[in-house]
């Protein structure tokens, strides 16, 4: 039944111009206007318009929205175990388990996978780490090899094991300003007639009406 499910998929994947005949995606909607490379791992998830997820990358259960740049070997929605049982093994609470044994016909229920919601124009560097139930701003990044253990604010830019705010993007105004514009949401048309904009850090100085609509 997996086999046939996987080669439905691959079918899938075939006629969406937008994923890699060479990566596996289950159980997820990628807008025809995203873009998957090659050995993505993409579970349980959705994908947004123009945001690209590099070779390698792993994501379960995750939302993440429009423009977005998630670089390769990321790993987005890391599972968890068991920490107040005896044993943290998944072995004693699953039949089906990633040790391939099965020593029970009873499953403990345990959240393994906690949804992960990710905000638009986030960049997620390469060998990025995110644990399951973590919320990401609008416009943040994540530094290449971090280790994300908690909610990030939009547009602070963090780093490290585990991650840290190293500061933000813009002054308070203006990250204001463009959460308040939902730029992300405007119509390509809109985008385009306004691709200086995007082009110049001119943009700051005249924040208020910054897109002509």
Not at 73 to 85: A, M, N, Q, R, V
């Amino acid at each position: 039944m997996r086999y046939l499910k996987l080669l439905g998929q691959l079918i899938l994947n075939i006629f969406n111009p937008a994923i890699s005949i060479f990566s596996r995606v289950e159980c997820s909607t990628v807008s025809s206007k995203a873009k998957i490379y090659r050995g993505v791992k993409l579970d349980n998830s959705k994908i947004g318009d123009y945001t690209y997820v590099g070779p390698y990358a792993k994501i379960v259960y995750a939302n993440i929205g429009k423009f977005c740049s998630i670089a390769a070997k990321s790993f987005i929605g890391l599972p968890t175990h068991p920490i107040s049982l005896i044993s943290s093994s998944p072995i004693f609470i699953s039949p089906v388990n990633a040790t391939g044994f099965k020593w029970t016909s009873v499953s403990v229920e345990f959240e393994e996978y906690k949804q992960v919601n990710i905000g638009n124009d986030v960049w997620i560097g390469a060998n990025a780490m995110i644990l399951g139930g973590i919320t990401i701003g609008d416009g943040a990044i994540i530094g290449a090899g971090a280790v994300v253990t908690k909610d990030i604010p939009p547009y602070a830019i963090v780093g490290g094991i585990p991650a840290r705010i190293i500061r933000y993007r813009f002054p308070n105004d203006v990250i204001n300003a463009l959460l308040s514009s939902q730029w992300w949401n405007l119509s390509e048309n809109i985008l385009k007639s306004n691709i200086k904009v995007f082009q110049s850090n001119d943009f700051i100085n005249h924040i208020d009406g910054l897109f002509n609509t």
